[in-house]
């Protein structure tokens, strides 16, 4: 079966509508590997060759099958909001036939979008490391509740997280949702500079980076 069969249908009919005629080999060797596997990855190459996609893909179609849903199902954890801000569309456009809802969360969101989000937390929830913080220390009880379905993190530009107190901090707050929460996620960390990919696999996965699959 390749990789395309092994999307969702409505995920399938989101690429179709996009206008593309394949998906290109990262694409297609991550799609598997997130759909077969719980391994943490690392999903790595150039700028602009659609790493999102390759992560989100797959992602989607399975929270796609997971329509009881109560609480948010993914986070995608981005450096920047203006970053954010970009990928939103692009995921938004991604969900239009599966019925996943897509929010942002940083300072330039208005509180009516994030009363949303709390009120019926399902889907992806775009956030930076700091936003994060300020939800937990501010709505700490809500964690629980918000954050107990959470299946993967998408943590894009992972190299500007590495060996740097803004990657300890964004390794504390993923540590203090899984003990709030209770989730387990799976890491996907997607870069076009790794220059480490020792350092990428011990940030994902202290305890056994042997562990963290590459696409390189």
Known sequence: MNAFARLHPGVQRAVWQMGWTQLNSLQSEAIPRILESEDHLILSAATASGKTEAAFLPIISALAADSAATSLQALYVGPLKALINDQFARL????????????????????????????????????????????????????????????FVVIDELHAFLE??????????????????????????????????????????????DKVALVD
């Open 92 to 151: 938004d456009t991604l969900c239009t036939h599966c019925e996943i809802p897509v929010h942002r969360w940083h300072g330039d969101v208005d509180a009516g979008a994030k009363a949303r989000v709390r009120a019926s937390p399902r889907g992806i929830l775009l956030i930076t490391p700091e936003s994060l913080e300020a939800f937990f220390l501010r709505r700490g009880r809500d964690v629980p509740r918000l954050f107990a379905g959470v299946r």
């Open 164 to 209: 740097s107190v803004r990657g300890v901090h964004l390794q504390s707050l993923l540590a203090r949702m899984r003990g709030q929460a209770g989730c387990r996620p799976r890491l996907v960390g997607l870069s076009a500079t790794l220059g480490d990919y020792d350092a990428a696999r011990r940030f994902l996965n202290p305890d056994a980076p």
